[in-house]
């Protein structure tokens, strides 16, 4: 069988490409011809291949639709964050210098009707913008492909089902995060490359998802590991009122996954969870379930092409089992940052791309993380790593979410402090703290445990569910957080 989006919509107009959190369907025939009227009218404004389209669009058709458009016509197409604020979101739109920005109010005036295929079909590109956790967010822009645009995405998207344990034939794929989050992107572009039905979630919650899964015969998702503890955390009466039975693939990127928690839900869905390492600029490594099972806490292998190499702060490789910053050779050209030569040169060495994370691999090539080298900390000359600590802490029924910082201290530089969201029905007490810090001494060594553990009532979370550690981090270097 042969893949790619238009492939399909000519092949199954009426097959449903898209469900949205209203239960519309929208066919792959009109979605398709959205996408080539959206395609003709960017021709109209001078898109040219290499140009840039920004699109500030919700979890709805229209986002697909500026998609493939922009995939059809070798344009680089760029998802805006829209829960910025207003002049977060002119400064993206500003530094991608789109040919056209498609919103809500101007897709109207792009759409040119009864158009078809570009006359020029030509594979283009997302260029995502990373988060900007670490200073203002870059695009971060891949060559162009080249080459006929089913084959180019019909076949990276074969190559990501064949990885992840996705099906080939028609399924259900759910989106549990917003569109212009590189996970939930790739997830609900594969799908539609592979001919198989998007659902859209309004809104995620732990019920809510169990819900959508039995509803629909949910077969894949991408998630992040903050969701799997919310839904271990629901009564066992609750999880046991749903069927799942349907999932085959659930594959989470994002942040270290505790391996208890992995196991857990393991242990409720079967060995259908997959892992990848990597990010917006390069993605490494691929754990299936067989190999995390029996390597628990392990990011996976390289996949085909990718070498790693884990080097020290002076550049050099480090032996099988220590620790350093992780260095990815993918194999082809690196990634640069839009407009931003200075970042570019930080992020390369030579042919290699770090994402700024710090692991080690061990004798059978499996990469295991620490933490991001960011959020490292170094209490009195010893390092500590935070999602080591965390890890300790969630095992912990009362904990709902923990983050693990280091702030100031006169004596030690930094010092080892949780912020914990208590469990629905738990109250943030002395003692809870004293009983927590009890039960991490019994997982991980007293040096690595929080010298203080403050409670808030909800930690401060990014749409996609992660927590915005930086927000906090920023909080207790300027003397100004607070707790309950």
Request: hydrophobic share 40%.
């Amino acid at each position: 069988m042969e893949w790619g989006f238009w492939r399909a919509a000519t092949a199954r107009p009426e097959a449903v490409a898209i469900v949205d959190g209203a239960g519309n369907e929208t066919s792959y025939g009109e979605l398709l011809a959205m996408s080539r009227s959206l395609a003709a009218g960017l021709r109209e404004r001078g898109g040219r291949r290499g140009d840039v389209v920004a699109a500030v669009l919700g979890n709805e058709p229209a986002f697909f639709a500026t998609q493939l458009a922009a995939f059809e016509s070798g344009l680089y197409f760029t998802p805006v964050n829209t829960h910025l604020a207003a002049p977060e979101i002119d400064y993206v739109v500003a530094d991608c210098e789109p040919v056209a920005v498609v919103t809500g109010e101007t897709i109207p005036a792009l759409l040119v009707p009864d158009a078809g295929a570009p006359p020029e079909r030509s594979p283009g590109l997302q260029m995502m913008y990373t988060s900007g956790t670490t200073g203002k967010p870059k695009g971060v822009k891949k060559p162009l492909p080249v080459g006929d645009p089913d084959d180019v995405h019909g076949g990276n998207a074969a190559r990501t089902a064949q990885g992840f344990g996705v099906p080939l034939e028609p399924h259900r794929h759910l989106v549990c995060g917003p569109l212009y989050h590189a996970g939930p992107f790739v997830g609900a572009g594969t799908t539609l490359q592979l001919g198989a039905t998007v659902v859209l979630l309004d809104k995620w919650s732990p019920e809510g998802f169990l819900a959508a899964v039995e509803r629909h015969r949910i077969a894949t998702t991408q998630m992040v590991p903050t969701m799997f503890h919310r839904l271990l955390a629901l009564p066992e009466a609750v999880r046991d009122r749903y069927d799942v039975s349907s999932l085959r693939s659930v594959f989470h990127t994002g942040a270290p996954c505790p391996v208890d928690v992995k196991q857990r839900l393991m242990d409720w869905w079967g060995p259908v969870v997959y892992e990848t390492y990597g990010g917006t600029e390069s993605i490494a490594t691929i754990a299936t379930p067989k190999r995390w099972l029996s390597k628990p806490g392990t990011v996976g292998r390289p996949i085909n092409g990718v070498t790693l190499h884990i080097l020290d702060d002076d550049g050099y490789e480090l032996a099988s089992g220590e620790t350093g910053e992780i260095w990815i050779d993918s194999g082809v050209e690196p990634p640069e940052y839009h407009g931003d030569p200075d970042k570019t040169a930080r992020m390369r060495r030579g042919g290699l791309v770090s994402l700024g994370d710090i692991g080690f691999v061990d004798a059978d090539g499996c990469l295991f993380l620490r933490d991001r080298k960011i959020d490292l900390i170094i209490s009195g000359g010893v390092n500590v790593y935070p999602a080591e600590v965390e890890s300790a802490l969630l095992a912990d029924p009362r904990v709902g979410d923990a983050v693990v910082i280091g702030a100031p201290d006169p004596e030690w530089g930094e010092q080892v402090v949780a912020i914990v969201e208590p469990a629905d029905g738990v109250v943030a007490s002395g003692e809870l703290a004293a009983s927590l810090l009890d039960e991490c001494r019994a997982r991980i060594a007293a040096f690595k445990c929080p010298r203080r553990i403050d409670f808030v009532a909800t930690l401060p979370r990014l749409p996609n569910g992660k927590v915005e550690k930086r927000r906090l981090r920023d909080a207790y270097w300027a003397g100004t957080a607070r707790a309950i």
